[in-house]
């Protein structure tokens, strides 16, 4: 009795990237909100240090998707700048329990980690800015996201008052930032990451 051979197709990979754009829209919904919040309700909340992870993680998929989407350009200083992002992300995740549970060794973690952040951030910034695919603006707006928010914080600091955790008065400005890179996610996404890059950059 013959056999026949399976004709199956194999199934195809999950395309996760296709909910970026959809992932980029929540992020920037809750770091405006979360920035309200502490607007309309100042001073120190120790469950903001826990919500921080809400929009923290979101922004960590998007900052990898922005990520890959460059690697045909091949561009030394993007793809460490990437990383380095993404790593001192990672610590910031790691250390963020320090913060929560006041435990110190962690509070160092997480500590490396925002000084990483704010300085990788400004060099991951100006690589995708340079790199053109993400338009230049928004590239800019990723740069300075962080000194942004920081500045915020200072600016809104005679009607809220700064703290050293629990208040987040400033990531306002990393809800429009990711806002506004969601706009363009939503509009351009499929069309950009599926074409063939044909600038490469050293």
Not at 121 to 134: C, D, E, S
């Amino acid at each position: 009795m013959a056999v026949s051979a399976s004709t199956a197709r194999p199934s195809a990979e999950f395309d996760w990237q296709r909910f970026v754009p959809a992932i980029a829209v929540f992020a920037g919904l809750v770091w405006a909100c979360f920035g309200f919040e502490s607007i309309v309700r100042p001073h120190e909340h120790a469950y903001g240090n826990i919500l921080f992870y809400i929009p923290w993680l979101p922004s960590m998929v998007v900052v990898y998707a922005v990520h890959a989407l460059h690697r045909e350009l091949n561009s030394r200083f993007e793809r460490w700048a990437g990383r380095a992002l993404l790593a001192s992300m990672g610590l910031v995740v790691i250390g963020q329990p320090g913060i929560i549970f006041d435990s110190t060794p962690l509070m160092g973690v997480a500590l490396a980690g925002f000084i990483g952040f704010v300085l990788s951030t400004l060099a991951f910034g100006i690589a995708v800015a340079r790199a053109g695919i993400v338009p230049k603006p928004l590239g800019w707006a990723l740069a300075f996201t962080q000194l942004g928010t920081m500045a915020m914080g200072l600016a809104l600091s005679p009607w809220v008052p700064l703290a050293d955790d629990g208040s987040y008065s400033g990531a306002v400005v990393h809800g429009a930032v990711f806002l506004s890179l969601a706009i363009w996610m939503v509009r351009n996404w499929d069309t950009v990451r599926e074409q063939p890059q044909q600038r490469r950059r050293a």
